[in-house]
Nanobody, 115 residues
Framework: QVQLVESGGGLVQPGGSLRLSCAAS????????MRWYRQAPGKERELVAG????????NYADSVKGRFTISRDNAKSTVYLQMISLKPEDTAVYYC????????WGQGTQVTVSS
């Protein structure tokens, strides 16, 4: 059974940090590219960051460059999103997605940036 389970979301003040995790199971994690998306209320889901399966190359949305870092640990079948200098506009549900011979989504974790 394929599962992607996000964790690490929560309420944080502007300027704060959070680290999201997405634990994968049920498929060969190392063969999949991984993505983080987010969806704010009333807005479309948008790509935040991605990391390839092999070289570990990364890409980021312009809105998070320099503040967010995506990484992966293939031994733990986990992808991370380190977020610093958080802003209220980063408030959203964050989802991880596995991209390969199939597509898999997690259930999402809420991130709220507010004072």
């Amino acid at each position: 059974q394929v599962q992607l389970v996000e964790s690490g979301g929560g309420l944080v003040q502007p300027g704060g940090s959070l680290r999201l995790s997405c634990a994968a199971s049920g498929f060969t994690f190392s063969r999949y590219g991984m993505r983080w998306y987010r969806q704010a209320p009333g807005k479309e889901r948008e790509l935040v960051a991605g990391i390839t399966s092999t070289s570990g190359s990364t890409n980021y949305a312009d809105s998070v460059k320099g503040r967010f870092t995506i990484s992966r640990d293939n031994a733990k079948s986990t992808v991370y999103l380190q977020m610093i200098s958080l802003k209220p506009e980063d408030t959203a549900v964050y989802y991880c997605k596995a991209v390969g011979s199939n597509l898999y989504w997690g259930q999402g974790t809420q991130v709220t940036v507010s004072s």
